[in-house]
T-cell receptor, first 114, second 113 residues
């Protein structure tokens, strides 16, 4: 596709509900990242995939957060038993191999937990 | 642990002015540093990427510099336009195999016509 696509664009969840956020990276991009951005803050790293392998999940804030990329393309970020502090914009980014390639970001999913 | 700081948090200038945005980082062992632009409700758009061996990169009216020894980078915008209004973020990848970018909180720029 033309860019990184994320869905849904907006998600409202009641506290305690589970949510699943989807990311379609640019075709051929082997590296995929998830970031969390609170209002007025910079993005905070959550996790990183190279193809289907999750190589770094050090940024996931708790075991309620889980990410997968089973076929090395589409990725899903799942949050179980959502809490109010999970409210944020969740950004997905992809890039070709190599750290000198710039990241391409999607428009994000804004999650509001009520 | 790498920390990235951006000053000022917000900046308002009249159209046509040249301006500088500042970024500082605590760990000078960076692999590269990147500047992004974020419009309201949107994702981030990559503007410039400076490798650790480089001192600066230019794209149109934008020029980014990197001084690893002082832990600083600047983004220079020439002849600012209202369309430049956005939040500008810098981010660094630290050497050592980590792939993650560490972001600053950004500088919100408003260019007034």
């Amino acid at each position: 596709g033309a860019g990184v696509s994320q869905s849904p664009r907006y998600k409202v969840a009641k506290r305690g509900q589970d949510v699943a956020l989807r990311c379609d990276p640019i075709s051929g991009h082997v590296s995929l990242f998830w970031y969390q951005q609170a209002l007025g803050q910079g993005p905070e790293f959550l996790t990183y995939f190279q193809n289907e392998a999750q190589l770094d999940k050090s940024g996931l804030p708790s075991d309620r957060f889980f990410a997968e990329r089973p076929e090395g393309s589409v990725s899903t970020l799942k949050i179980q038993r959502t809490q109010q502090e999970d409210s944020a914009v969740y950004l997905c980014a992809s890039r070709p191999p190599g750290r000198d390639s710039p990241l391409h970001f999607g428009n994000g999913t804004r999650l509001t937990v009520t | 642990k790498q920390e990235v700081t951006q000053i000022p948090a917000a900046l308002s200038v009249p159209e046509g002015e040249n301006l500088v945005l500042n970024c500082s980082f605590t760990d000078s062992a960076i692999y590269n540093l990147q500047w992004f632009r974020q419009d309201p409700g949107k994702g981030l758009t990559s503007l410039l990427l400076i490798q650790s061996s480089q001192r600066e990169q230019t794209s149109g009216r934008l020029n980014a510099s990197l001084d690893k020894s002082s832990g600083r980078s600047t983004l220079y915008i020439a002849a600012s336009q209202p369309g430049d209004s956005a939040t500008y973020l810098c981010a660094a990848i630290t050497q050592g195999g980590s792939e993650k970018l560490v972001f600053g909180k950004g500088t919100k720029l408003t260019v007034n016509p």
